[in-house]
Nanobody
Framework: QVQLVESGGGLVQSGGSLRLSCAAS????????MGWFRQGPGKEREFIAA????????SYADSVKGRCTISRDNGKNSVYLQMNSLKPGDTAVYYC??????????????????WGQGTQVTVSS
C-alpha cells in the first residue's frame, strides 16, 4: 500500500475556494488511479472525483461537477482537488485514495486500497 497524506483543508465561507493536496510516498505513484472522497457528519463516505494514472481520464460526482477540478503531478507524487463555490453541504472530511488497478469505473469506494487520514473542510454560511 502507498502512504497518502492530505492537506489544505480548513474553514471557509460559503462561496469560497479551497485547494486540497495529497502527497504519496511511493515513486510508483504514477501507476495509480487517484480518487477524492468525502464523509460528512452522519453520512456515508461518498465519491467526489477521480483521475487515472496519466490524467487522461477524469470522473466527477454530479454533486461537485462544475465546481471541482482534480489534477495530478506525477513528478511530485501528488494529486490535487480545487474546490470552488463551496457550500455548507460540502462540509466533510475529505480523503484521497489510491487504486493500483485501472478500472472503467473509478467511483467505486471498495476499489481503492490505500487511504489518507483525511483533512477537514468546513464551510460556513
Amino acid at each position: 500500500q502507498v502512504q497518502l497524506v492530505e492537506s489544505g483543508g480548513g474553514l471557509v465561507q460559503s462561496g469560497g475556494s479551497l485547494r486540497l493536496s495529497c502527497a504519496a510516498s511511493e515513486r510508483t505513484f504514477s501507476i495509480y488511479a487517484m480518487g477524492w472522497f468525502r464523509q460528512g457528519p452522519g453520512k456515508e463516505r461518498e465519491f467526489i472525483a477521480a483521475i487515472n494514472w496519466s490524467g487522461g481520464r477524469i470522473s466527477y460526482a454530479d454533486s461537485v461537477k462544475g465546481r471541482c477540478t482534480i489534477s495530478r503531478d506525477n513528478g511530485k507524487n501528488s494529486v490535487y482537488l480545487q474546490m470552488n463555490s463551496l457550500k455548507p453541504g460540502d462540509t466533510a472530511v475529505y480523503y484521497c485514495a489510491a487504486d493500483r488497478v485501472s478500472r472503467p469505473d473509478m467511483s467505486r469506494i471498495d476499489a481503492y486500497d490505500s487511504w489518507g487520514q483525511g483533512t477537514q473542510v468546513t464551510v460556513s454560511s
